[in-house]
């Protein structure tokens, strides 16, 4: 990609984070992200069909830049430890954009999240995708890896014993 993309796309994707920590609970509008940007609508609109579509663009950037990227995403199931303390990692370094983000309670980062790891499982685990998913869904991991505190040290090895002992049939 030329850098002259790269730059305007992270300036706009910058732009969008400043304006929803600013403000936030709303959307911001195309003439907001493009001050702060400092480009033109017409450039924007060489990006972007409009707010939405920055706004799906920016939560599933980074929603991969969270869970996925730098890490092999079957360690979710065969290392758990090292998956969440990456995830540890990128939550410090990414905090501020990710709560601007979720802050007005804003579940499409949670679904994002949620079809990202999916995807990832289903292209590592192919054979045992059906039987990983019913054991997180019927084991109500899900609703805990939504929940824990990851901070926590015995809440973070709780979490992973879970997952150690309802994929132990997985990793043989």
Not at 12 to 29: D, L, N, V
Not at 82 to 102: E, P
Request: charged share 30%; hydrophobic share 35%; aromatic share 12%.
């Amino acid at each position: 990609m030329d850098r002259r993309i790269k730059k305007t796309n992270n300036a706009i994707f910058e732009a969008y984070i400043q304006s929803k920590t600013a403000h936030p609970g709303t959307e911001p509008s195309v003439k907001e992200i493009c001050a702060l940007a400092d480009i033109n609508k017409t450039t924007f609109y060489r990006y972007f069909t409009d707010v939405d579509s920055l706004s799906d663009y920016v939560i599933k950037a980074a929603a991969t830049n969270l869970l996925i990227d730098g890490i092999d995403v079957g360690k979710l199931l065969t290392d758990p430890e090292t998956y969440f303390k990456h995830v540890l990692k990128n939550l410090k370094q990414d905090g501020d954009k990710l709560n601007a983000l979720l802050a007005d309670g804003n579940r499409k980062f949670i679904f994002e999240a949620e079809k990202l790891l999916k995807t990832k499982l289903k292209e590592i685990f192919p054979d045992k995708y059906d039987e990983i998913l019913y054991t997180f869904i019927a084991g109500g991991a899900s609703h805990y890896f939504l929940s824990a505190n990851y901070n926590d040290e015995n809440e973070l090895q709780k979490f992973c014993s879970i997952i150690k002992s309802a994929t132990a049939s997985f990793n043989k």
